[in-house]
């Protein structure tokens, strides 16, 4: 099962990671390749929210990559160079400043421990992100 994992994220490989973000709580949200824009347009929502109602009146234009790195339910922390910047247990600013960090750097290793579940991706720029 590793082997496959590992052969999906080899694509990734020497590429740099844009536009992370902290997500809803503590997702973080990686955009990896080539950008092209993301176009929902506005539609009628069944919604009983108002809110709800409003955005669907929205058409919302994104850049998004080829490949998205989306982490949710799981816990997850993030390295610069040895230093803790954030887990999945920090505080909004720690988890968005942890992500301004890891913006921008390429993906240099994608190391997978199936027996442990332990996922690590290395960054050329010193940040580490163990899942």
Not at 11 to 34: H, K, T
Not at 57 to 67: A, D, F, N, Y
Request: aromatic letters at 10%; hydrophobic letters at 40%; one cysteine or more.
């Amino acid at each position: 099962m590793d082997d496959t994992i590992t052969t999906a994220f080899a694509p990734l490989i020497g590429l740099p990671c844009w536009r992370v973000e902290r997500g809803q709580g503590s997702i973080l949200s990686f955009q990896f390749g080539a950008p092209r824009l993301l176009v929902r347009e506005p539609y009628v929502s069944t919604s009983s929210s108002d809110k709800a109602q409003q955005s669907a009146k929205r058409r919302i234009v994104k850049p998004v990559g080829e490949w998205n790195l989306f982490l949710v339910c799981c816990h997850w922390r993030v390295t610069a160079f040895g230093e803790a910047l954030a887990d999945d247990d920090s505080s909004h600013e720690q988890i968005e400043a942890a992500a301004h960090k890891m913006d921008g750097q390429k993906l240099t290793a994608f190391m997978l421990d199936a027996a442990s579940r332990q996922a690590v991706f290395s960054f050329d720029i010193g940040a580490t992100l163990t899942t």
